[in-house]
C-alpha cells in the first residue's frame, strides 16, 4: 500500500470531484493517484486543471498468461469522447492502415505496396505527383509514404493517401469497423470543403513504366454529420492575419477521439485483442513493415535519408521527448503516431522495454495556448506541451518497471532488425512540412 501526503489526499479528491461533477469525463482512482505522485512545476499544473489543458490520458496496462497471450486494462484520466481535440496528424495512422487495406483488397497481380504510383489532377486545388526523389526507385508509392507519414509526420504523404483512398471509402471504412464518431474531411492544405470531396485520378507503373492498375477521380456524394459543434479559444488569426476575436470553429473538421486512436493502435501491435470488425485487412508483412516505420529512427533510416540532427530519435516520441531528452533509454522502443497543430499535442504509443521486459499503452492529449488566440503560431509546445508528456512518460514508465507481473512478457515478435544509415553522397532531407 502506496502512502500518500495530506497534500496527494487533497489532490487526488479534487481529481475525482472534477469527474463526478461533470459526469461525462472519466477519472480512475489509480490515474488521480499516480497523477499526484510526480512533482515536477509543468505536470502538476496541467494535471491540476485538466479542462483548461483539455487534457485527457488512457493508460493501458498489459498482462500475459503463462502462454504469453496479453490482456488488456485502460485507466482512464478525464477521458471525454465529446470533448474536441484538433487530432492533427494522427490521422495519418488509420490513412496508412486503410491505404495498405485497399491495396489488399484491390488483389492487382503485381501492385503491392511498393509499386511505383503517380498523381493527376482533375479538379480544383489538385496537384500531380509523378516523381518522389526522396525514395530509392525515384518514384511515390504507398510504402514510401507511410515510412515519411510515420518517422517524421510528413503531410504530402498523408495528402496522398488520401487521395488514393478517398474521403467516402475513408469514412465508410472507419465507420463499419466501430469508429461512428471519428470524421476525416480534409487534405491538411488549404482548400475548400467541395475540394477536399473530390479526389485525384491515381495510376500504378510498372518499372518499364507501362501502366498496371488506373483508379479514376473519385467524389464523395454522403454528407457529413457537423450536428455537433466543436470551437475552441476565443480567438483566431485568419487566413489573410487578421484576428477574428471569436472562437475558432473546428465542426467540419477531422475528428479522431482518443479513445478510438488508441484502439486503432492497440488494432495493429495486437490484432487478436480487438473484435475482429475493428481489425484493418493486414498480411503478416503489413504488420511487420508497420511495426518497423511505427519504431524506427529517422537517422536509422536510408529512405528518405532524414538528417540526424533535425529529426532526432525522439521526435515524433513525445513521451521520452523534450528539450534534453533525444534518445530513448536503452533497450526501449516506442511504437506510436503523435500528432501537433493549433496547440494540441496527442501521441498514442505501445512502449516496449526490451531490457526490462516490460511492456504497457500509453495516450494523451493536451491543449497548450495560454492567450487563446489559434493560428498565430505562439503556443507553448516547448515550454509546457513536451516537458508535460515527458513526465507523464515518465510517471507512467516508472510506475510500469515497479509493477509486479506473474508472467515476464515473450516480447520477440517486436524485436526488429532495423535500418542502417549507408554513408553515401545524397543529401540529407531537412524541414519537411508537418
Not at 475552441?232 to 470553429?249: C, F, Q, R, T, W
Not at 479522431?256 to 481489425?279: I, N, T, Y
Not at 503516431?337 to 495516450?363: P, Q
Not at 532495423?418 to 519537411?432: A, G, H, L, T
Amino acid at each position: 500500500m502506496r502512502k500518500f501526503s495530506l497534500n496527494c489526499i487533497v489532490l487526488l479528491f479534487i481529481f475525482l470531484s472534477i469527474s463526478v461533477a461533470h459526469s461525462q469525463p472519466k477519472t480512475h482512482v489509480l490515474m488521480a493517484q499516480l497523477m499526484t505522485e510526480n512533482p515536477h512545476a509543468v505536470f502538476q499544473e496541467v494535471v491540476g486543471h485538466p479542462e483548461k489543458y483539455r487534457l485527457q490520458i488512457i493508460y493501458t496496462q498489459i498482462d500475459r498468461d503463462k502462454n504469453n497471450k496479453p490482456s488488456f486494462k485502460n485507466f482512464y484520466f478525464n477521458l471525454d469522447s465529446t470533448f474536441y481535440f484538433n487530432p492533427a496528424s494522427i490521422v495519418k495512422l488509420p490513412l496508412a492502415l486503410l491505404s495498405l487495406e485497399k491495396i489488399n483488397k484491390l488483389e492487382v497481380n503485381g501492385l503491392g505496396k511498393f509499386t511505383s504510383m503517380q498523381f493527376d489532377s482533375a479538379f480544383s486545388g489538385q496537384t500531380k505527383e509523378w516523381k518522389d526523389e526522396t525514395s530509392s526507385n525515384g518514384f511515390p508509392s504507398i510504402g514510401h509514404f507511410i515510412k515519411k507519414a510515420f518517422l517524421v509526420s510528413d503531410n504530402d504523404a498523408y495528402n496522398r493517401m488520401y487521395e488514393f483512398v478517398g474521403q467516402q471509402a475513408i469514412n465508410q471504412a472507419l465507420h463499419a469497423k466501430g469508429y461512428p464518431d471519428t470524421r476525416i474531411t480534409h487534405r491538411f492544405v488549404r482548400m475548400t470543403p467541395e475540394e477536399n470531396r473530390h479526389t485525384n485520378p491515381v495510376r500504378f507503373i510498372r518499372e518499364d513504366g507501362s501502366l498496371l492498375f488506373f483508379q479514376p477521380a473519385a467524389y464523395n456524394h454522403e454528407p457529413f454529420d457537423f450536428s455537433r459543434v466543436a470551437k475552441v479559444g476565443k480567438g483566431y488569426m485568419n487566413a489573410k492575419d487578421s484576428l477574428i476575436n471569436e472562437p475558432m470553429d473546428f465542426t467540419m473538421r477531422n475528428k479522431l477521439p482518443l479513445e478510438a486512436f488508441q484502439q486503432m493502435l492497440q488494432s495493429v501491435m495486437f490484432p487478436l485483442s480487438v473484435p475482429s470488425k475493428q481489425r484493418f485487412d493486414l498480411t503478416q508483412e503489413d504488420y511487420k513493415f508497420l511495426y518497423q516505420y511505427l519504431s524506427q529512427f529517422p537517422g536509422e533510416t536510408n529512405y528518405p535519408k532524414y538528417d540526424g540532427n533535425q529529426y532526432y530519435d525522439s521526435y515524433v516520441k513525445f513521451f521520452f521527448q523534450d528539450s534534453t531528452h533525444h534518445q530513448l533509454p536503452e533497450g526501449v522502443r516506442v511504437f506510436n503516431k503523435v500528432g501537433w497543430a493549433y496547440g494540441f499535442l496527442t501521441d498514442a504509443s505501445y512502449v516496449v522495454d526490451f531490457k526490462n521486459k516490460i511492456e504497457y499503452m500509453l495516450s494523451a492529449t493536451v491543449y497548450v495556448n495560454s492567450d487563446g488566440i489559434l493560428n498565430d503560431n505562439k503556443y507553448e509546445y516547448e515550454s509546457v506541451g513536451h516537458p508535460f508528456f515527458y513526465q507523464l512518460g515518465q510517471t507512467i514508465y516508472q510506475y510500469e518497471l515497479a509493477r509486479k507481473r506473474i508472467y515476464r512478457p515473450n516480447l520477440s515478435k517486436f524485436n526488429i532488425m532495423y535500418e542502417k544509415r549507408i554513408n553515401d553522397s545524397r543529401p540529407v532531407v531537412k524541414d519537411v512540412d508537418n
